[in-house]
């Protein structure tokens, strides 16, 4: 039976999905995707598959999922619009566009962008929580500036890995790794002043950047030095970095497909 393949783009705020893939007895945004797939398609024979998994609480500026069908779309403008009519409000569907068979959403060559959120030295007004992570202690940005590059490059990143095997490939290349401010997200509600950590590489481990970043903040705190971070990139380092940071300042901000 003939199958027809669809690349949809969407967008999302993470904070009250626990993460993208499903999972029993918990609301997440793959279950409500499809819910509403399910629901516009009449009952239809479709599959949905994403191009990565995001953690619970982490938003999306820029997703992708493919849809396999059946039956061709007809009118591709008519259901994105019925499709985002339907969908949870912190949840929007971008663009759809047709793809061949040959198109493999999870092995295709890819770079991904995340950025993370931050701000230091004050109480927040609580409308912040879903995208920005307030730390209350005072940061030295600049110190975390020069350690933010040491990232850049190939590094032996086994200390940013969430629970590593024995087995796991650690010696990966991040193209872009800066600590600078943020001029994107605004809003009258928040602080003078906040941070975008941007990383951009091919592919990311298990909390690799929340990794990074609660590295920052405590090389900012000054609870790590730079030789620490650096000592922790060397081949077969086995210093272990402890803090994760929080998942709601995350955001997968662009997914480029080559």
């Not at 516009?40 to 994403?50: H, Q």
């Not at 938003?59 to 779309?73: D, G, K, M």
């Not at 975390?144 to 086994?158: C, D, P, S, T």
Request: aromatic fraction near 12%.
């Amino acid at each position: 039976m003939k199958k027809y393949f669809y690349l949809i783009n969407i967008q999302y705020l993470g904070y009250r999905f626990h993460g993208w893939q499903k999972q029993p007895n918990v609301k997440t945004l793959h279950l409500m995707v499809d819910r509403t797939l399910n629901f516009i398609l009449e009952g239809k024979y479709f599959k949905s598959l994403s191009s990565g998994r995001t953690d619970a609480m982490v938003s999306a500026e820029c997703a992708f999922f493919e849809l396999f069908l059946r039956e061709p779309i007809e009118d591709e403008a008519a259901f994105l619009e019925l499709f985002n009519t339907n969908l949870p409000q912190d949840i929007r569907a971008l663009s759809i566009k047709e793809v061949d068979a040959e198109f493999n959403i999870i092995n295709s060559s890819k770079i991904k962008e995340y950025l993370y959120l931050f701000t230091y030295g004050e109480k927040c007004h609580p409308f912040c929580a879903p995208i920005m992570t307030t730390i209350l202690d005072d940061l030295d940005i600049e110190l975390m500036k020069e350690g933010a590059k040491l990232f850049e490059g190939e590094n032996y990143l086994k200390s940013y890995c969430y629970k590593p095997t024995d087995n796991g490939i650690y010696t990966r290349t991040i193209l872009t790794c800066e600590l600078i401010e943020n001029t994107i997200y605004k809003a009258n509600y928040f602080p003078k002043q906040s941070f975008l950590l941007r990383v951009a590489g091919k592919g990311f481990m298990r909390n690799q950047i929340r990794l990074m970043m609660g590295t920052l903040i405590d090389l900012g705190k000054g609870k790590l030095t730079i030789k620490d971070i650096q000592d922790s990139l060397v081949p077969d380092s086995n210093i272990k970095m402890n803090y994760i940071a929080p998942a709601s300042g995350l955001i997968l901000n662009k997914i480029d497909f080559h």
